[in-house]
């Protein structure tokens, strides 16, 4: 696709520089030829793409740290890279870690970052529950079994530390129930007329205390 078409599509998410926008084009061709082999998104128009994955994860990404935030990122289930690489692309001074436990994803994030030159991004190839560390920001976005993956993301989350859900209305009361230990701003929509919204939590700073 491009640089123009994507920098058009993206304009009501984020403002991106141009190298960057170069580089979502790198990274739409290895997802389209990656997700002919194996199923990482069902959204097969690459304008479609930019629109909801990448344009999704940069508001994500302008909104929770902007692009010289310092702090380590968990992005549980990373999957197709959504959110957790185009945070590591637009902030280049964060530690991002993408949790991924299925091989063949692993490897496609693992060629991602190569291709990309990301040297703030890692794969960490295992379930998320066997991450032993916890972190300043965690990261979750469409995935199965919202509630069972929550309560682990939750507990990667350091005392005072935050959570950015990339979520539908319908979860925002299960994300509360679950994550009642953390103080929840108000929901933000996010553009692009898809009803998601980005709901933000706080760790309580007392948690480890209890």
Known sequence: ???????????????????????????????????????????????????????????????????????????????????????????????????????????????????????????FRDRAEQFSSQVDLVTLRAVEKFDEVLTIALDLVRPGGRIGLMIGQAQLETARRVGSHFGWEQPLKVPGGQSRVLLIGTKDVNEELK
């Open 1 to 123: 696709m491009e640089p123009a078409k994507i920098a058009a599509l993206l304009r009501p998410f984020a403002n991106l520089p141009e190298k960057l926008i170069n580089d979502i084009s790198i990274y739409i061709d290895i997802l389209i030829k990656w997700n002919s082999k194996i199923s990482l998104t069902s959204v097969r128009d690459p304008q479609e793409m930019v629109s909801r994955h990448f344009g999704e994860s940069f508001f994500l990404a302008e909104t929770l740290i902007g692009s010289r935030w310092q702090g380590t990122v968990a992005d549980v289930g990373s999957g197709a890279g959504f959110p957790g690489v185009p945070l590591a692309m637009y902030c280049p001074t964060a530690d991002v870690i993408l949790i991924e436990s299925q091989g063949k994803k692993a490897a496609f994030l693992n060629e991602l970052i190569y291709a990309l030159k990301l040297k703030n991004a890692r794969v």
